[in-house]
């Protein structure tokens, strides 16, 4: 019973073209995240949503769209992919905004744009 | 400056070495995390302090809120423990998301 998902694991595309990421949770967590770690490995977070809501938004381009159906599902829409888009994406979930809970990590999915 | 800084960046240790890899913040928090990072990619939390020290099994996790500092240590390191380590900050300010260090490789050759 995988707690995080996340699909597809990779993903190898063309410039310009339009792509989505899955990710889902089963642990009943109110809170999910998307980060983006780069090519030295740093991770960076990209949105917060809490309870379908958008919480952060963190001066990512307007080419990358969050998506939230319900709470157990937090998807990625990128338009226009960019070569500086390629980076191995992560969706995270924690239980809520407050509490002090531990994380739990998708397994990424790596992007190839080329 | 990144707020959140560790060191060393890379490590590289004999089977059954102890290790210790540190983490300094200069911001203020409600929790540290460290994550453990295997090749393939996947996150896995290790550890969540707010104070004091974690043990499991062989990691023994601790932070001095004062200082800003935390440690993380592996006892009789093993080749399995080569990944790279994370350390990550809960900003009193930015509500639940992580702020990152930049990764420490840590390599256990047999």
């Known amino acids: 019973d995988t707690a995080v998902s996340q699909t597809p694991k990779y993903l190898v595309t063309q410039m310009g073209n339009d792509k989505s990421i899955k990710c889902e949770q089963n642990?009943?967590?109110?809170?999910m995240y998307w980060y983006k770690q780069d090519s030295k490995k740093f991770l960076k977070i990209m949105f917060s949503?809490?309870?379908?809501?958008?919480?952060i938004n963190e001066t990512v381009p307007n080419r990358f769209s969050p998506k939230s159906p319900d709470k157990a599902h937090l998807n990625l829409h990128i338009n226009s992919l960019e070569l500086g888009d390629s980076a191995v994406y992560f969706c995270?979930?924690?239980?809520?905004?407050?509490?002090?809970?531990?994380?739990?990590f998708g397994s990424g999915t790596r992007l190839t744009v080329v | 400056k990144n707020e959140v800084e560790q060191s060393p960046q890379n490590l590289t240790a004999q089977e059954g070495e102890f290790i210790t890899i540190n983490c300094s913040y200069s911001?203020?928090?409600?929790?540290l995390h460290w994550l453990q990072q295997h090749p393939g990619g996947g996150i896995v939390s290790l550890f969540m302090l707010s104070s004091g020290k974690k043990k499991h099994g062989r990691l023994i996790a601790t932070i001095n809120i004062q200082e800003k500092h935390s440690s993380l240590h592996i006892t009789a390191s093993h080749p399995r423990d080569s990944a790279v380590y994370i350390c990550?900050?809960?900003?009193?300010?930015?509500?639940?998301?992580?702020?990152f260090g930049e990764g420490t490789q840590l390599t256990v050759n047999p």
């Open positions: 642990l009943g967590h109110d809170t």
């Open positions: 949503y809490n309870n379908k809501e958008l919480i």
């Open positions: 990550a900050v809960r900003k009193s300010t930015s509500g639940s998301r992580l702020t």
């Open positions: 911001v203020g928090i409600s929790a």
């Open positions: 995270a979930s924690s239980q809520d905004l407050m509490t002090d809970g531990g994380y739990t």
